[in-house]
């Protein structure tokens, strides 16, 4: 499976971002697609995802009510507004080879891409 991430950049604090995955190579089907970021010094942490059918979604906290996930076929995106410099970091997309929404509770991700750098200025 390869992920191609798309869409970082610089952007203000309060400005808004979209970010793109492009899955391929994939073999099974419905199966769940997510985000996770990377800030400087910290670990990895969930930042969203959404079920194979596009039915149902899930968010990190810190996130909830300024991102947006969906997809679109073997696509996903992460719609970013209201942008905060703590959402700095380094944005992968992620799949599983799973779907379900038992695998997306439990934020079950097998396959990652490369990172996107996302930097919000004060």
């Known amino acids: 499976v390869q992920l191609q991430a798309s869409g970082g950049g610089l952007v203000q604090a309060g400005g808004s971002l979209r970010l793109s995955c492009a899955a391929s190579?994939?073999?099974?089907?419905?199966?769940?697609m997510g985000w996770f970021r990377q800030a400087p010094g910290k670990e990895r942490e969930f930042v969203s995802g959404i079920n194979w059918d596009g039915e149902t979604t899930d968010y990190a906290d810190s996130v909830k009510g300024r991102f947006t996930i969906s997809s679109n076929r073997n696509t996903v995106y992460l719609q970013m507004n209201s942008l905060k410099p703590e959402d700095t970091a380094v944005y992968y997309c992620?799949?599983?080879?799973?779907?379900?929404?038992?695998?997306?509770?439990?934020?079950?991700?097998?396959?990652w891409g490369q990172g996107t750098l996302v930097t919000v200025s004060s």
């Open positions: 992620a799949s599983s080879r799973y779907g379900g929404t038992y695998f997306l509770s439990r934020r079950r991700f097998e396959f």
């Open positions: 190579g994939v073999t099974f089907s419905n199966y769940n």
